[in-house]
């Protein structure tokens, strides 16, 4: 190949015309007799919670809301992930051994190693808008300027024993503390471009999309109506805010 492939296109050609063929490879995982809390079954959890559950380890997952699957069902255009591949991805990951219970919040770290687990690992994602969740400070987590839960970056280890976190807890997020944090070591940034910097790092969308998300807030994209507003108040406050017209709608 003389050009650069698309990978995203490639793993959904994958993704898409497989066969179970690699399925009848697999060997069962041998117990470990060791238990992982996982909260959060947004795309971090749920990969963690599938490779722990093939190494042997007995994995649940507590999800605060009524389905699982985190930004993949609530953020992400049906568009780019179809419904029914992440329904197949869930399906295989509980095929797998992984234990999911829904409408079941977590805020306190210590009562579940008292109800038996090892190990945990935080998985909850990233507020955008708004304050860092109260029972991280509360639990004792050392959290980042930005507000996102601090953690080796080797090992994803945070300050309390055997809790680990990964995926937008540690990435971080738009959240308040974010935007202050942001005011303080923008570096001759403005607001604007360190936001949709943040988004597309986030979202794995390219910038463009993420102007235009943050213009329009419409609900099929990176977030509601509502947090847009909210952003838009900081971006007019702190940066510019390019206006959406025609021409620029002819870029996405």
Sequence with gaps: MKNPGGIREL?????????DLWKRNLKPPV???KKVAIIGSGPAGLTAGYYLTRKGHEVT????????????????SRKRLP????????????KAGVKIKLNSPKTEIDELFKEGFHAVFLATGSNFV????YWQKEDGLELTPEGSIKTDPVTMVTNKEDVLAGGDAIL???????????MKTTGGKDFYTLLVDQLSLHRGDSSRSAVRS????RKDEMFSKLESELLQHYIVEHGKMPKINQEMEGLF
Excluded: C, W
């Design 61 to 76: 997952i507590f999800e605060q809301a009524s389905f699982p699957g985190g930004m993949l069902r609530y953020t992400i």
């Design 11 to 19: 793993k959904r050609f994958v993704s898409e015309n497989h066969t």
């Design 31 to 33: 117990p470990t007799g």
């Design 214 to 217: 943050i213009a329009s807030g």
């Design 172 to 182: 971080g997020g738009i959240s308040e503390d974010f935007i202050l944090s942001a």
């Design 130 to 133: 708004g304050t860092t969740p």
């Design 83 to 94: 419904k029914n591949a992440l329904e197949e991805d869930i399906d295989e990951i509980l």
